[in-house]
């Protein structure tokens, strides 16, 4: 394009008066917005959740997408029988597996090792749905803290436990359909 086509249209920047120039518009609707929430938790309507004190509720815990947890069978075994599906389809490549041969007569395989990073994963829940044995499922534990970053890499052994925690407030989706469940808490003490 060339600076004298014709259909090259020169636009030039507005003039701010006074006003624009001290931004007084943009200053008073955010103080207006400020008031209005003011006023709304004067009277008890506000937004913020004293957290943990007032606990959030979801509508459906078992569509809550929190951190994982690998099923166990009828036996207590884990369920995984790597597959590597949910490896697989895992956008963000969080998700670390390393089969060997079961000693068992009803699969070939068991994972010797199974890691999920939990500060990598972005919780999209394609793992859970690729899983053809329902043997990894999210859990509605929302509030999983760790001090280091390596507490928060969970081994095989750490997402058995969180089942032993969950399964009572939340059976396995596989089993229950879509039955209604109260979501988990648990501290960093109960996880490890």
Not at 78 to 94: D, E, S
Not at 117 to 143: H, K, N, Q, W
Request: hydrophobic share 35%; charged share 30%; aromatic share 8%.
């Amino acid at each position: 394009m060339k600076l004298d086509d014709r259909d090259l249209k020169w636009v030039k920047e507005p003039q701010l008066g006074l006003a624009g120039r001290m931004f007084l518009t943009p200053l008073i609707d955010g103080l207006t917005t400020t008031a209005k929430h003011f006023f709304k938790t004067a009277r008890g309507e506000g937004f913020t959740r004293q957290f943990p004190e007032e606990r959030p509720e979801f509508g459906n815990p078992l569509i809550y997408r929190g951190v994982h947890r690998l099923n166990k069978d009828e036996q207590g075994r884990v369920k995984c029988v790597a597959c590597f599906l949910c490896a697989t389809a895992c956008p963000a490549h969080c998700i670390d597996i390393i089969g060997t041969e079961a000693p068992w007569d009803d699969r070939e395989k068991y994972p010797q090792s199974f890691v999920i990073d939990e500060l990598r994963c972005i919780y999209c829940g394609m793992c859970e749905e690729a899983c053809p044995v329902d043997a990894i499922e999210l859990t509605s534990l929302f509030d999983l803290t760790g001090a280091s970053r390596e507490e928060m890499i969970f081994d095989k052994e750490k997402l058995l436990s969180v089942y032993d925690i969950t399964i009572d407030q939340e059976p396995m989706k596989s089993r229950s359909g879509l039955t209604k469940a109260k979501p988990t808490q648990v501290g960093p003490e109960t996880a490890h």
